[in-house]
């Protein structure tokens, strides 16, 4: 299983910015998969996921700017990022294989891409 997140960068006030997860070893439409965020110092966020039967979940503090999606063709989950704020600024990770689809019990992670507010 490999699980390889890239798209991360500095970001700007208000901007966007596109994150893509290449995952190996799982059929991304088969398997509950999932965005997360974790802050040095603070516990790890759960952004959102998406389970087998492509329903969407996502936490408040993204709902409305922030969309998941898949892309059976290429294996891979996407995070679509907009409205950008100081507050997002964050290491971003993907995981594949999330038991219950709710919480960060998954099978499988990333390395996790930097994203950096920059005023």
């Known amino acids: 299983v490999r699980v390889v997140e890239s798209g991360g960068g500095p970001v700007q006030a208000g901007g966007s910015v596109r994150l893509s997860c290449a995952i190996s070893g799982y059929i991304v439409s088969r398997y509950c998969m999932g965005w997360f965020r974790q802050v040095p110092g603070k516990e790890r966020e759960v952004i959102g996921a998406?389970?087998?039967?492509?329903?969407?979940t996502y936490s408040d503090s993204v709902k409305g700017r922030f969309t998941i999606s898949t892309d059976n063709a290429l294996n891979s989950l996407n995070l679509q990022m907009n409205s950008l704020n100081a507050e997002d600024t964050a290491m971003y990770y993907c995981?594949?294989?999330?038991?219950?689809?709710?919480?960060?019990?998954?099978?499988?992670w990333g390395q996790g891409t930097q994203v950096t507010f920059s005023s």
């Open positions: 995981a594949a294989s999330i038991r219950g689809c709710a919480g960060d019990a998954a099978t499988s």
């Open positions: 998406i389970d087998g039967n492509g329903r969407i």
